[in-house]
C-alpha cells in the first residue's frame, strides 16, 4: 500500500472538505480493524483521514431528550461515563465486555458502528435502545434510526463522501441489559450477543426491544417476542413460548448455515443472561 497524502485534520469542517475533494478516501478512527487491513492490503486507500484531533467527534453529552455520543468515543470512555452508568446499563455492559483493556483504549464506537460487521458489540444496544446515527457530508445532514440503518445497508450504509458524527440515544428511562458470549480461538463458533431494553410497571411489561448479534449480517430484532410481551407479566419472557419464539428468530435469520444449531439454542441463553442483567440494573 502506498498512500498519495495522510490528512490530519483539526475540525470536523475540514474532515468533510476533504471527503467532498477525494476519492478513494478512507477514515481512521481507533485504527483497531483498518490498521490490520492495510497491513494486509485488504483495503488500498489513495487518502487517509486520521480523525484523532477532531474535538466535535469527541465526548458524551445530554439534553432533556437525548444523551449525544460522540463517534470517536472509545469504549473505555463508554465503560467509566457517569451518564452511561445511569442511563444505559446495556451500553455500560457491552463497553465493559468489549476486547480487551488495550482494545477497549483505542476502538472507538463510530468505527464499530461503520465497519459493518456482523457481530459488532455496539449496534444491538443502540437497536434496542432505538438509537438515531447522524451523518453528515459537507452540503448534508441526515439521520436514520440504527436499525434502519442496518436493516436497508446496502442502500444507507455511509458514503465515501459521508463521516458518522455522532449517536443520540432518546432517554426514557427503561431497563436495559446486554450479555455476549465469547469464543474461544480453538472454536469455530462466531459469537452472539444479545441486548434488551424494557419498561415494567406494576410487573407488567409496557415495552420491549429485543436485538440479536451475530445471527445474520447485521443485528436484528425479535419483533414476534416484542409484540407477544406487551402487557404481559415479566414472568412471561422467560416462558417456553417466548424462548420458542427466540429459536424461531434464529432459525429463519440463518437456516442453512453449519452454525445454525448452536446458535438456535445458545441464543435463549444468552436473551436470558440479557434481560436477567437488565432486571436487576438501576434504570
Given at each position: 500500500?502506498?498512500?498519495?497524502?495522510?490528512?490530519?485534520?483539526?475540525?470536523?469542517?475540514?474532515?468533510?472538505?476533504?471527503?467532498?475533494?477525494?476519492?478513494?478516501?478512507?477514515?481512521?478512527?481507533?485504527?483497531?480493524?483498518?490498521?490490520?487491513?492495510?497491513?494486509?492490503?485488504?483495503?488500498?486507500?489513495?487518502?487517509?483521514?486520521?480523525?484523532?484531533?477532531?474535538?466535535?467527534?469527541?465526548?458524551?453529552?445530554?439534553?432533556?431528550?437525548?444523551?449525544?455520543?460522540?463517534?470517536?468515543?472509545?469504549?473505555?470512555?463508554?465503560?467509566?461515563?457517569?451518564?452511561?452508568?445511569?442511563?444505559f446499563n446495556s451500553l455500560f455492559e457491552c463497553a465493559k465486555n468489549m476486547g480487551s483493556p488495550q482494545i477497549r483504549n483505542i476502538a472507538t464506537i463510530g468505527g464499530n458502528i461503520a465497519n459493518g460487521g456482523s457481530a459488532a458489540d455496539i449496534v444491538p444496544c443502540l437497536i434496542s435502545l432505538s438509537g438515531t446515527l447522524i451523518i453528515e457530508q459537507a452540503d448534508n445532514i441526515r439521520q436514520i434510526s440504527c436499525e434502519n440503518y442496518y436493516e436497508n445497508y446496502a442502500a444507507e450504509k455511509i458514503k465515501?463522501?459521508?463521516?458518522?458524527?455522532?449517536?443520540?440515544?432518546?432517554?426514557?428511562?427503561?431497563k436495559s441489559g446486554y450479555y455476549k458470549l465469547g469464543k474461544r480461538n480453538s472454536l469455530a463458533i462466531a459469537r452472539l450477543s444479545a441486548a434488551i431494553s424494557l419498561s415494567v410497571e406494576n410487573n407488567v411489561i409496557n415495552s420491549i426491544i429485543l436485538s440479536l448479534g451475530a445471527v445474520g449480517r447485521h443485528a436484528i430484532r425479535v419483533k414476534e417476542l416484542e409484540d407477544f410481551a406487551i402487557g404481559k407479566e415479566i414472568n412471561y419472557l422467560y416462558d417456553e413460548e417466548a424462548l420458542r419464539i427466540i429459536e424461531a428468530t434464529v432459525y429463519n435469520s440463518i437456516k442453512g448455515r453449519k452454525t445454525m444449531p448452536f446458535k438456535k439454542e445458545a441464543a435463549k441463553g444468552v436473551y436470558k443472561e440479557a434481560l436477567s442483567i437488565a432486571l436487576g440494573s438501576k434504570n
Open positions: 500500500m502506498e498512500l498519495k497524502e495522510y490528512f490530519r485534520p483539526e475540525s470536523l469542517v475540514d474532515v468533510k472538505q476533504i471527503l467532498k475533494s477525494y476519492s478513494n478516501v478512507k477514515l481512521l478512527a481507533g485504527g483497531t480493524d483498518l490498521v490490520l487491513e492495510l497491513e494486509r492490503d485488504k483495503v488500498q486507500p489513495d487518502y487517509l483521514i486520521d480523525l484523532g484531533k477532531i474535538y466535535e467527534l469527541k465526548g458524551i453529552t445530554e439534553d432533556d431528550k437525548y444523551i449525544s455520543l460522540g463517534s470517536m468515543t472509545t469504549f473505555t470512555e463508554l465503560r467509566e461515563n457517569k451518564l452511561i452508568m445511569k442511563n465515501e463522501n459521508e463521516i458518522l458524527t455522532r449517536i443520540l440515544i432518546p432517554k426514557k428511562n427503561e
